[in-house]
């Protein structure tokens, strides 16, 4: 028997890792370009960053961008963490499958749709649109996700340490910051890192529902993109796609670095019977 | 006729007797319900303070439900369970003045050794010295004190038992529920504790409910025994009580190894009953009167140790005699243990203690041997 992959599996990741990364890299690339033409090469510059951080607009996008994504993950990790704790804790109640499976629509629902009703509800109350409209949208759609984070990571979580805890006089509100909380916190964090993310670079819920003064990063680049690309625009990207990679990074290793220390720990206890 | 003691008597404490002591923990027609399921089934019981209270019985017969009722984990569908004289209905668990040692430890998994044990006492915000003090105290205890920073994923399962039995004695507390608290331990580990519990319980005079499934440990323990199945109480007793004189053919085979002989009541006066088996050729004559009437169906019970084995048939013509024939040996060492068939369907153990290293004739398969046993040796059970 052959050992390793086959030609056809071969020539399948090639192609499937050139589809993904390619663009992604041709973008790196470009960003390092001398000349202001996007297609033709013309040597080795990193002038466009130093135009990245000289365009007012752009660092306001960025600032904007920064701040909605961080205010909404935020409110959407505790608003979804509420919602898992209730999925999961409350027992049964009338409506239960209704209101699980309505968490998990906003995750099929198609953002047009979901921007646009939106609006229409911003419209209805006469709410001007800006910072906080777009604040609020995000919210309403990444809270989704920390709450399908959460629960997963509640599904394994046994009651009777929380028992426990008020057994031994801690109060009910006292036994979740001191005990749950902290149990559950790694599902915490992923879910706001991929709120986060979510918020980061959400364009089309973002263009329904914001309004002057408040255009995020990717509504800026897309509207900067379709009055030609300019080498300033990929090196925005590049150093998103490089924020992005890097958290992704960081966050793998600390996991990896936990789950082996835990192993090791599980090891020596044994050895030690 | 003065009542004769039974068994050893360990303490002179028994409140049960008075007729007039306060009951500390009551349950009083207590049910419990899950779904169509009954867990608890209509139960009352009365337990004493300074008590070493154990409940015994099968898998899945209640008693953890029983102490989830007490701790306030769950509430009764039906009855009132009372502390100290004050109805616990509605009482949440960090009010009640019992702490729980869980079956499934529910160490904190966040927190190490020390501070799994410490958090009850900073729940009471007992000054940091004395924190400290009592933590230090409850690791010697348990013999932990080199492990006092290790998470709880980090020891063995032994360890994560002991450190719960820690935790949940740390806050002294007047009532300590002990769900199969020392399941885990090997057996020398196990009995060392068995014996610091109790001295724990009669120095810090707390009353302790304890759920096993080992009876050894029940009877070691315990000031008395409830003995359990499917949800209800079969019987209430100190463990010499129990153990001699069961209420049932439930607890006479639940606790320890039993000969039970199905039997009719042939004659009977006030102190004494004669019972006709089927398969024996003698009549069996008990020395203890009986309510069932005679020609009733009711069960010889004798303990394997109280029946004797010879070669000879016994000369002092006591009553209870059956010849028999060895069926099966099991030498444990201490004793051992002799399955003798005296009729076809009709097989006794007698259990004789190993008193010498050698023996000039030993017993060995199909061998004719006689049983006998005094009058006073067994029971009569009706149910
Ligand atoms: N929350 C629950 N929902 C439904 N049934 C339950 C629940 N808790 C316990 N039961 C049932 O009640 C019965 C008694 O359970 P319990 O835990 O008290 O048993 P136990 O005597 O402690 O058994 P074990 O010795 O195995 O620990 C079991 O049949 C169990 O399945
Ligand atoms: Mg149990």
């Keep these: ?273 | 006729m003065a009542k004769k003691p039974i068994g050893p008597v360990r303490r002179d404490f028994a409140p049960w007797e008075s007729g007039n002591a306060k009951p500390f923990i009551e349950f009083r027609n207590v049910t419990k319900r899950f779904g169509d399921f009954t867990a608890v089934d209509n139960l009352s019981l009365t337990i004493y303070e300074r008590e070493f209270f154990a409940l015994l019985g099968g898998s899945g017969c209640g008693k953890t439900t029983m102490m989830r009722m007490l701790g306030g984990f769950e509430e009764p569908s039906a009855g009132e369970i009372f502390l100290d004289g004050q109805n616990l209905a509605g009482v949440p668990p960090y009010r009640r003045p019992a702490n729980m040692m869980f079956q499934s430890y529910a160490l904190f998994p966040h927190m190490n050794v020390e501070k799994n044990i410490a958090f009850g006492l900073r729940q009471d915000k007992l000054p940091k010295g004395e924190i400290e003090a009592r933590v230090q105290q409850m690791l010697k205890l348990v013999k932990l004190e080199e492990f006092a920073r290790r998470k709880p994923h980090q020891l063995s399962g032994g360890q994560r038992q002991r450190v719960a039995l820690a935790r949940s004695i740390a806050k002294k507390p007047k009532v300590l529920l002990l769900d199969e608290p020392l399941g885990a331990l090997d057996r020398k580990l196990r009995e060392e504790t068995q014996f610091e519990l109790m001295d724990l319980q009669t120095e810090l005079g707390m009353t302790f409910l304890i759920v096993t499934h080992d009876q050894e440990e029940a009877m070691t323990v315990a000031d008395r025994i409830a003995v359990m199945d499917k949800g209800r109480i079969i019987q209430v007793a100190t463990p010499a009580e129990i153990y001699e004189t069961p209420n049932s053919r439930f607890v006479a085979d639940f606790i320890g190894s039993i000969n039970l002989i199905e039997a009719k009541v042939a004659a009977k006066n006030e102190a004494a009953t004669r019972l006709k088996a089927p398969n024996l050729d003698r009549e069996i004559a008990v020395s203890q009167p009986t309510e069932a009437g005679v020609g009733d169906t009711v069960w010889f019970a004798i303990r394997p140790e109280k029946v004797r084995l010879g070669f000879d048939a016994p000369q002092n013509g006591a009553a209870n005699a059956a010849e028999a024939e060895i069926w099966d040996i099991g030498y444990l060492g201490d004793v051992s243990i002799f399955h003798a068939r005296v009729a076809e369907d009709l097989i006794l153990k007698s259990t004789v203690a190993n008193i010498t290293r050698t023996v000039e004739r030993p017993i060995s398969w199909d061998d004719k041997v006689w049983l006998s046993w005094d009058e006073d040796a067994g029971v009569i059970l009706t149910r």
């Excluded at chain 1, 890299?25 to 033409?37: A, K, M, T």
């Excluded at chain 1, 701040?67 to 979804?80: D, E, H, K, Q, Y």
């Excluded at chain 1, 009703?117 to 604040?135: E, K």
């Excluded at chain 1, 009910?172 to 559950?184: M, Q």
Aim: aromatic share 10%.
């Design chain 1, 1 to 273: 028997m052959r050992k390793g992959p086959s030609w056809f599996n071969l020539t399948s990741l090639v192609f499937g890792f050139a589809f993904l990364y390619l663009p992604i890299v041709l973008l790196v690339i470009y960003s390092f370009n001398e000349s202001r033409l996007v297609t033709v090469w013309a040597g080795f510059s990193t002038k466009w960053y130093g135009e990245m951080l000289r365009n007012q607009q752009l660092l306001d996008a960025a600032w904007v961008t920064a701040r909605v994504a961080f205010t909404s993950a935020t409110i959407a990790t505790v608003l979804g963490t509420i919602a898992a704790l209730v999925l999961v804790r409350s027992g049964r109640f009338l409506g239960r499958t209704l209101f699980s499976g309505m968490i998990y629509a906003p995750l099929v629902m198609p953002e047009v749709i979901l921007g646009l009703s939106l609006l229409l509800l911003f419209v209805a109350v006469d709410q001007a649109r800006g910072f906080w409209t777009v604040m609020i949208a995000h919210t309403t759609f990444s809270m989704c996700y920390v709450a399908v984070v959460v629960q997963s990571r509640l599904a394994g979580f046994d009651r009777s340490v929380e028992e426990a805890a008020m057994d031994l006089g801690c109060p009910p509100f006292k036994t979740f910051f001191a005990i749950t909380l902290p149990i559950i916190l790694p599902g915490v964090i992923a879910g706001w890192m991929l709120a986060f993310t979510l918020s980061l670079d959400d364009l089309v819920i973002a263009s329904f529902t914001t309004g002057p003064g408040a255009t995020t990063l990717p509504m800026k680049i897309y509207s900067q993109v379709r009055l030609g690309v300019t080498p300033e625009i990929n090196a925005v990207c590049t150093v998103l796609v490089g924020v992005v990679t890097l958290g992704v990074i960081a966050a793998s290793l600390v996991t990896k670095q936990q789950e082996a220390r835990r192993q090791r720990d599980i090891r020596r206890a044994e050895a030690q019977g």
